[in-house]
Each structure stands twice: as C-alpha cells, then as structure tokens.
C-alpha cells in the first residue's frame, strides 16, 4: 500500500500528528518492535472517531496501543494503523468524589491527582506505568487494589463508531482481564469514584510503597512488568525460579535475577528472542510443575 498518500488523507481529517514507518520501540517499555505502517497520535477522540472511519472504509487493519508497557510487538512490525491513546488525551479533572480523565492519562498521573485531592482508593495506581485505557482493558493492579476497584464508567468508540458510556459491570473484570478488547472497542474517557481520605495518609502510604516495588522489582533495563499472569493460589515468578529459570538468556532478553517473572532487555534484544524465551520457560514449567503458564504480556505484529 502507498502509506504516504494515505496518511497525507488521514491527516487532513486528523489534529494529531501522523508517521509513516514509526518504530514501535519507541513506543513500548521493552524498547523492542518493528514498525508500524501508520501510526497517529490523535489530539482528542473525535480523532480517533475520524480515523476509525477512514480506516474502516479503505480497509486499513486497526491496532490501539496505550503507554505500551504490556505489550510484545514483533520485529516484523505492524500492518496498517496504530492509534496511540495517550498525551493528546490525557486531560483530569475533579467532581466531588469522582475523577474524569482521558484514557491516554497515565496510572502514576490518576494516584498523584487523586491524592492531591484527598480522595483513597488510588494507592494501587501509583507504580504501575500503563495508560488508563490500557490499564482497564488488562485490569491493571497490585497487591492493594485494582482498577475495577474504584472504576466507576467508561465513554468507549463502539462497533458502529459512536462514543457510548458503559458502565464497569459491562466490562467483566477479572483477574489481570476485561472484556473491552475482544468487543473490539476503543475507550477514549474515563471516570473514577475514590473516597475522602486524609492527603498526609495517602502520601505516606504511597511512599511506603513504591519503596517496596522498588526493592522487589528489578531496575535499569527495559521490561514490560510481570510476563505471565500468575496461576490460581500460586506466583509465575515462583515456578520459573524453581525450575532455574532465573538468569536464563536468548540473545539480548534476559529473566531476571531479581525477578523470575520479567524478561529484561540487555540492550539489542528482538521480540524473537523475548519469544523464544518465552516458549522455554513456558516449557520447563509446565515438564517440572504440570502448570501451563498464560501470557499477561499482549504479542502485537507479525514476525
Ligand atoms: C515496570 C512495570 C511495572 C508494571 N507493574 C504492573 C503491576 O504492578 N500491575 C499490573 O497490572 N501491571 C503492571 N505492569 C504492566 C502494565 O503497566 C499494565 O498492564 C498497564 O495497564 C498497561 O497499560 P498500557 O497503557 O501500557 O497498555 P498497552 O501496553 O499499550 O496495551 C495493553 C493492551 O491494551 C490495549 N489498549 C491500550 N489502550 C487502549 C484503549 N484506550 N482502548 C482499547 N484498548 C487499549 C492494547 O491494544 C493492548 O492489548 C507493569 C509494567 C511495567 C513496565
């Protein structure tokens, strides 16, 4: 296809910027991807409106990506359009309780908003460095809350390119998992219910911890968090560290030493070998311990 005469159409529907072969590595905390054919950074949801539309009628495959930090993109790239869900949509604002904020707005951004208006239930939000939109799609928590804790509503571009609100009970949240992606919709706004809690406690709490993420994560290298979702009554990290996965490396992509669940990458490594090293471990798991282990990461492109 001749992306160049498209996206010069596209742009003249659009306010956001448009790339041709953008590098998805720059756009996922793995540092790793090939390019995408299209790649719009859309000002505001009437963008994406547009673009799903422009897309939808030439044939464009679609891909929406949030702060890329779950995702896996293959070296290949990706066909057709990514929209990208993130500055341009990122606005926050307060109404008594609630919180609205574009789903492009990041988790850290929502807990510090929060806190500065005393409202509790964000703690959660504050280590975790995904959009909001992303972060609803994968349920996105840790060990002291999660989204569908205090998500109250959504606006979401639905199946027949209109904004609609759902509300969380039609997003079937479980763990690390909402049905937003297999319904193929986009969410583009946000709204959150927090409670009044003094600002003091918040802070001290928060800073308690992050210092306890910072211990038991691994820092320096790109990564993309927890690799694989943890079995039922047990940890991935676990399993992967009894069967002497730790330290294990393909090329650039390294399991930590510190952390058996994330995959590391050293400095020049693919998706291919973050992959390969994948299918190892899924492996060893599953001859040591009979658990097959479920990817929590999203593999985005072709090879
Ligand atoms: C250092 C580090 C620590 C982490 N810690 C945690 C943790 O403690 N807990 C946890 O749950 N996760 C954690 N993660 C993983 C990740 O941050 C979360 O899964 C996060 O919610 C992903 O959000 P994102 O915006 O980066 O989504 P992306 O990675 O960009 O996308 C994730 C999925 O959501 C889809 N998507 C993104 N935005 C939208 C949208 N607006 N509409 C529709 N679909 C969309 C994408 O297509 C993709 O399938 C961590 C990651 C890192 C790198």
Redesign the pocket.
């Known amino acids: 296809m001749i992306y160049t005469s498209l996206a010069g159409e596209l742009q003249s529907l659009v306010k956001g910027s448009i790339q041709i072969n953008e590098p998805m590595r720059k ?4 540092k790793i991807g090939g390019k995408a054919d299209l790649f719009l950074n859309p000002s505001d949801k009437e963008d994406i409106r547009q673009a799903v539309e422009f897309a939808r009628e030439k044939a464009i495959p679609i ?9 896996l993109v293959k070296d290949g790239g990706i066909r057709g359009l990514v929209i ?2 993130g500055r341009g949509m990122a606005k926050i604002t307060i109404e008594g309780t609630s919180i609205k904020a574009g ?2 707005a ?2 850290p951004e929502l807990a510090v908003f929060a806190c500065k208006n005393s409202l509790g239930g964000f703690g ?1 939000a504050a ?16 060990m002291n809350g ?2 569908s804790d205090v998500l109250q509503s959504i606006v ?1 571009l639905n199946e027949r390119n209109q904004f609609e609100v759902l509300t969380k009970d039609h997003l079937n949240f479980a763990y ?1 998992t909402s049905n ?2 297999s319904r193929g ?4 706004e946000t709204c959150w219910q927090g409670y009044a809690k003094d600002q003091w406690l918040i802070e001290q709490e928060t800073k308690e911890y992050l210092a306890k ?1 910072k211990a038991a ?1 691994p820092q320096g290298f790109p ?4 690799v694989f979702k943890n079995p039922e009554g047990d940890f991935a990290g676990r399993l992967i560290e009894g069967c002497g996965g730790k330290g294990l490396r393909v090329g650039d992509a390294e399991v930590s030493s510190k952390h058996a669940n ?1 995959i590391l990458n050293l400095g020049r490594a693919t998706a291919q070998d973050v992959l390969i090293l994948i299918d190892h471990l899924k492996q060893m798991v599953q001859e040591r311990f009979g658990v097959l282990l479920q990817l ?3 593999v ?1 492109g072709e090879d």
């Open positions: 756009h996922t905390t793995w891909t929406v990506i949030g702060n890329g930090s779950n995702l990208k869900v789903a492009g990041l988790l959660f280590g975790i460095p995904g959009s909001l939109g992303g972060a609803i799609v994968m349920n996105a928590g840790a999660c989204v979401v690390r937003l992606q919709l986009i969410c583009v993420r994560q990564n993309a968090g927890s994330w929590e990461v999203k985005l």
